[in-house]
């Protein structure tokens, strides 16, 4: 990092209890454990200063070590529960490293494992976008879905249809319908200092955030076997590439 750049911090974070898919952050997708494909992505990532995994499992953490990711740290107990939201467990890393001796950091990247889908050219535009409006508190990655909630999505009140947002039925051609986002998982970047300061689980409500469109093929996301099983399939059947494979190793 040359003088005048800021401090990125990526947290890489990896529970070792799962209910959805027991052992999802070390099984194979396209020939690597899972959490490995995050850790590749970050060291190709040069605007990050320091990419971190947090676990509380000693496996997860010697497979994150093997691939060449600094582990400096197991999760505690208490920040690894099933229901532990993420909030607290990034503001613990930070708060980790920084009493620890690094530098104070000036952004920190989740880069959620169950997400591999984005590149380093999402993460390089992100923070640059977010370095250059001061106001923001952070870039969330979204994608367009396959289906335009406003459009589509319907409830039933009296046994009768009724639109989930009133305006949905104002709209008589679905190409004038305004596009939606979903948050994907695949990226998120804050500013350090509102992880820092920002003690509520509910950060979305907390701050101003921008969003980083990634494609929704891209946007794969793996929470049980099904999902799994999709995105090794997308994968072998050249539908979602990963920049740090070669082209023989994303068809295994």
């Avoid at 995050?38 to 010697?62: F, K, M, N, Y």
């Avoid at 939201?85 to 613990?92: A, F, G, N, S, T």
């Avoid at 947002?165 to 200092?193: E, H, M």
């Avoid at 990963?242 to 023989?248: K, V, Y």
Wanted: aromatic share 6%; glycine share 8%.
């Amino acid at each position: 990092m040359t003088v005048g750049q800021p401090r990125v911090l990526a947290v890489i974070p990896a529970r070792g209890g799962s209910i959805g898919l027991p052992g999802k952050n070390i099984r194979s997708l396209a020939g690597l454990p899972l959490i490995v494909h995050s850790i590749r992505l970050a060291a190709l990532c040069p605007e990050i200063t320091r990419s971190i995994v947090s676990t509380d499992s000693p496996e997860i953490a010697g497979v994150a070590q093997q691939a060449g990711a600094e582990v400096p740290f197991l999760r505690p107990a208490d920040l690894a529960r099933d229901d532990t939201p993420m909030w607290p467990v990034l503001r613990h890393a930070l708060e980790v490293l920084e009493r620890g001796g690094d530098a104070p950091y000036d952004f920190l990247v989740l880069l959620d494992p169950t997400s591999p889908g984005r590149r380093p050219e999402d993460v390089s535009r992100a923070l640059a976008r977010l370095v250059s409006a001061s106001q923001a508190d952070g870039i969330i990655g979204v994608s367009q879905p396959e289906f335009n909630p406003i459009w589509h999505c319907v409830v039933e009140e009296g046994g009768w249809m009724k639109p989930l947002l009133p305006s949905g039925g104002a709209y008589t051609r679905r190409q004038d319908v305004p596009p939606v986002y979903r948050i994907n998982g695949a990226l998120y970047i804050w500013r350090a200092s509102f992880v820092r300061t920002s003690t509520q689980d509910a950060w979305r409500d907390a701050g101003r955030f921008l969003v980083h469109e990634i494609s929704e093929a891209q946007a794969i996301h793996i929470d049980d076997l099904q999902e799994f099983e999709r995105a090794n399939a997308l994968v072998q059947a050249g539908l979602v590439s990963f920049p740090w494979l070669r082209r023989d190793e994303q068809r295994r």
